[in-house]
């Protein structure tokens, strides 16, 4: 079956690193990924998309790559601020979506 | 905009009781999607409309569960009778569909369910 993970371990990482989440899809090829940013009690909100030809993107601080034959996305924050705090999400676009169960980071001041 | 509206925020009720979540969409959006969000699970999907139409309701548990979406600016989730196990925070989002796919989802701020 189509299956997204992402680790489930929280990351703590100092204030001014760069921050990088590992998303990795297994059993079918999605034509886009995209990643969220949930906080607690809230829903999750968008942040990039990236699409199966291209190789990465960016936004501000935010970098994504995704890599078809690793079948692997990478989410990375550069120059990471406590308020990055979050549980990151990422989701995988077929014909419908699927997420991962996201990865808690935790940016320490 | 106001965003996506859900309602009640939280609910607690008794086993077999039934309930019934609410989602108004944003305005212009042609589709909707019911998640449910639990620790071990992750944020699964339960059931898409488009154009207020069911298209895949896959990811409905069971029976127990029904969806419906009566026009273009609300839909309902009901689970009849409920279980403990149902307990779980539960999504509503929507986007609209345009050429290309892949579009962003907007999520409401959930309904946190338990049921006792």
Known sequence: ?109 | DAGVIQSPRHEVTEMGQEVTLRCKPISGHNSLFWYRQTMMRGLELLIYFNNNVPIDDSGMPEDRFSAKMPNASFSTLKIQPSEPRDSAVYFCASNKIASGGADTQYFGPGTRLTVL
């Open chain 1, 1 to 109: 079956s189509q299956k997204i993970e992402q680790n489930s371990e929280a990351l703590n990482i100092q204030e001014g690193k760069t921050a990088t989440l590992t998303c990795n899809y297994t059993n079918y090829s999605p034509a886009y990924l995209q990643w969220y940013r949930q906080d607690p009690g809230r829903g999750p909100v968008f942040l990039l998309l990236i699409r199966e030809n291209e190789k990465e993107k960016r936004k501000e601080r935010l970098k994504v790559t995704f890599d078809t034959t690793l079948k692997q996305s990478l989410f990375h924050i550069t120059a990471s601020q406590p308020a990055d705090s979050a549980t990151y999400l990422c989701a995988s676009v077929t014909y419908k979506y699927i997420f991962g169960t996201g990865t808690r980071l935790k940016v320490l001041a």
